[in-house]
Structures are given as structure tokens and as C-alpha cells.
């Protein structure tokens, strides 16, 4: 349901783009969002984007990382900029129901996942 692409390797100081293509239900229904997960870490939220446009940041990120939608090409953006060594990790396109009202969940434990994509920066 979810497909990633544009992971890549990069130095320090580096950009990438992330994309997560979507079905049309999915991409206008769910929350959508960014995970990553580093070896040896849990899971980390790095954006998300509500149906209503909300978004949210991991603190990590802020002023680096930019979440976005494509509504002609029902897909999800991660612009990646000024990457760091600590951004290496296997990052993840989710979708998660909203919660009644419109908010994004805490847990997004029961929608759905794509297979991820390896990002990794060089010191």
C-alpha cells in the first residue's frame, strides 16, 4: 500500500528526498508520516502530516527535515537537509487512521507500512 524510494548515502551536511507513493483512499483519509529506526534504537517519529495538514517534527529534525504532500501524485515528501551522521538509520513511510476530530495517534501500530528505505551519512 505504501512504497518509499530516494534513500541513499550522503556526507555530512548533505540533502535528501524521500517519497512514499499512497493509494488515493489512504493519502486522503490517514495521518501520514515519517519513522526512522537506527541499529540498535527504537523506533523514532520524525514527521507527520495529518489529513487536516497538521504537522508535527521529532525535535531532532526541526529545521532540517520537511514534510510534505503531493495532492496530484498522492505521495509523501521528506526533504532531508543538512543531514547528519545521526540520521543514518532505515526510514519508514506510515499511514495511521486520525483519531475522531482529526489529530494524528501516539501509537501508529495498526495501519499501514512501507518497506523502508536505507538512509546513511558519512562523517
Known amino acids: 500500500q505504501l512504497v518509499e524510494s530516494g534513500g541513499g548515502s550522503v556526507e555530512t551536511g548533505g540533502s535528501l528526498r524521500l517519497s512514499c507513493g499512497a493509494s488515493?483512499?489512504?493519502?486522503?483519509?490517514?495521518?501520514m508520516g515519517w519513522f526512522r529506526r537506527a541499529p540498535g534504537k527504537d523506533r523514532e517519529g520524525v514527521a507527520t502530516?495529518?489529513?487536516?495538514?497538521?504537522?508535527q517534527y521529532a525535535d531532532s529534525v526541526k529545521g532540517r527535515f520537511t514534510i510534505s504532500k503531493d495532492n496530484a501524485k498522492d505521495t509523501l515528501y521528506l526533504q532531508m537537509n543538512n543531514l547528519r551522521p545521526e540520521d543514518t538509520a532505515m526510514y519508514y513511510c506510515?499511514?495511521?487512521?486520525?483519531?475522531?476530530?482529526?489529530?494524528?495517534?501516539?501509537?501508529?501500530?495498526?495501519?499501514?507500512w512501507g518497506q523502508g528505505t536505507q538512509v546513511t551519512v558519512s562523517s
Open positions: 506510515a499511514a495511521e487512521l486520525p483519531l475522531p476530530g482529526g489529530p494524528c495517534p501516539r501509537k501508529w501500530d495498526s495501519g499501514y
Open positions: 488515493r483512499y489512504i493519502y486522503s483519509t490517514y495521518c
Open positions: 502530516i495529518g489529513s487536516d495538514g497538521r504537522i
